[in-house]
Each structure stands twice: as structure tokens, then as C-alpha cells.
């Protein structure tokens, strides 16, 4: 069975630009979560969507957006990237239960 | 804020068994323990979780203080692999996101 995908595995932007990164949870599981690990600053709650709606929002502001697609794959959008965004951004996946299936992440750097 | 404490670092000898503390005193009574661990340059991965009676399976065990208070993670036999940083999480609701701490990060010497 095919764990968690998450495209690409690293990006590189110009500060103020726009990132789109994306994520595709195991087959069946209908909740996505989105993870921020910035270096020295552990692992910090984005987001979390599941059968396509957000059910929360962690502390960041609202030029962090995403959304969940039919096939329960996932897109998350920062918008006017500052050089703090420069983290390993993680996405996992769930069914109904308490297990979260993490990916490999994409490592996004804002220069 | 993360509702878990756990130590900073600890050190084990390989082949040796590892008694990974975390605190949480104020636990309520649907919260579950996790516990999750991430090796270098990987994603987090599940090790185990329970809601009052120890638990086990074939990457850990899972002690769980009576009162709740407290839980211990248990690697019977620590190996170089088992290197990683170790996170204890409560969750309250089923399918919540989780609220990572700085967890213990677990050096396993040869």
C-alpha cells in the first residue's frame, strides 16, 4: 500500500512570491493534516481538512490557506512568502481514527 | 501549547532496554497518549497509542501511570535505529490534529 505523497520534495522561492505544495493522503483516508517544522522550532499545527472540509486552523496567519479535493488529496498555498516560511512543511493523512500517516515532507526555501 | 512534558535528551546502550518518561497532569478522561517519533530527515511515524491500560506492540510497549498522570514508552531492546526524537501527545478528539512538544531526542550508542 502506498504511504503518503507530498510534491515536490523541495522548492525554492523569492521572497513575496506564492508556493503551492501538495499532498496526496493513503487510499481511504479522508483527513489531511498540514505540519510546519521549522528549524529550532519543532512541529507546528497548519491545518486540517477532512471529506473536503477545514475542521481547524493552527496559529499562522491567513496567507496560509489550503483546501481538500474530491479525492481527498490536499494543496497547501502560502502567498506573500516571507523568509521565516523557509521549514519542512508535513502532511498527514487519517481515517477516522487516531493514527496520523506522515509524508516525507517538502522542504521550502524562501530566499 | 503542547499538555505534555517530556525530558529534553536521554542516552542508551544498544541492546539495551530505553523507559522514555512524559508527563501529563492535566489530562482529561478522553484524552488519548500517543507517541510518535522521527528519525533523521524523515517524516514523524506512529509507535504506539493508548487510552488507560498499558500497551503493546511489536515496536514498543506503552505504560500508562493509574491515574493517568504520567506514561512511559518502553523499547525492550534499543538498536542504532532506534535513534530519533520521541513525541508524547494527548489528543482529546477523535481525529484532532496533534500539538507537537520539543520531545525527547533518544542517542543510542554502540
Known amino acids: 500500500e502506498a504511504g503518503v505523497t507530498q510534491s515536490p520534495t523541495h522548492l525554492i522561492k523569492t521572497r513575496g512570491q506564492q508556493a503551492t505544495l501538495r499532498c496526496s493522503p493513503i487510499?481511504?483516508?479522508?483527513?489531511v493534516y498540514w505540519y510546519q517544522q521549522a528549524l529550532g522550532l519543532g512541529l507546528q499545527f497548519l491545518l486540517w481538512?477532512?471529506?473536503?472540509?477545514?475542521?481547524n486552523r493552527g496559529n499562522f496567519p491567513p496567507r496560509f490557506s489550503g483546501r481538500q479535493f474530491p479525492n481527498y488529496s490536499s494543496e497547501l498555498n502560502v502567498n506573500a512568502l516571507e523568509l521565516e516560511d523557509s521549514a519542512l512543511y508535513l502532511c498527514?493523512?487519517?481515517?477516522?481514527?487516531?493514527?496520523?500517516?506522515f509524508g516525507p515532507g517538502t522542504r521550502l526555501t524562501v530566499t | 501549547d503542547a499538555k505534555t512534558t517530556q525530558p529534553n535528551s536521554m542516552e542508551s546502550n544498544e541492546e539495551e532496554p530505553v523507559h522514555l518518561p512524559c508527563n501529563h497532569s492535566?489530562?482529561?478522561?478522553?484524552?488519548?497518549i500517543h507517541w510518535y517519533r522521527q528519525l533523521p530527515s524523515q517524516g514523524p511515524e506512529y509507535v504506539i497509542h493508548?487510552?488507560?491500560s498499558n500497551v503493546n506492540n511489536r515496536m514498543a510497549s506503552l505504560a500508562i501511570a493509574e491515574d493517568r498522570k504520567s506514561s512511559t514508552l518502553i523499547l525492550h531492546r534499543a538498536t542504532l535505529r532506534d535513534a530519533a526524537v520521541y513525541y508524547c501527545?494527548?489528543?482529546?478528539?477523535?481525529?484532532?490534529?496533534?500539538?507537537f512538544g520539543p520531545g525527547t531526542r533518544l542517542s543510542v550508542l554502540p
Open positions: 498527514a493523512s487519517s481515517f477516522r481514527g487516531y493514527e496520523q500517516y
Open positions: 487510499s481511504g483516508h479522508t483527513s
Open positions: 481538512y477532512d471529506e473536503g472540509e477545514e475542521r
Open positions: 492535566t489530562i482529561s478522561g478522553t484524552d488519548y
Open positions: 493508548g487510552l488507560t
Open positions: 501527545i494527548l489528543q482529546d478528539n477523535y481525529g484532532q490534529n496533534f500539538v
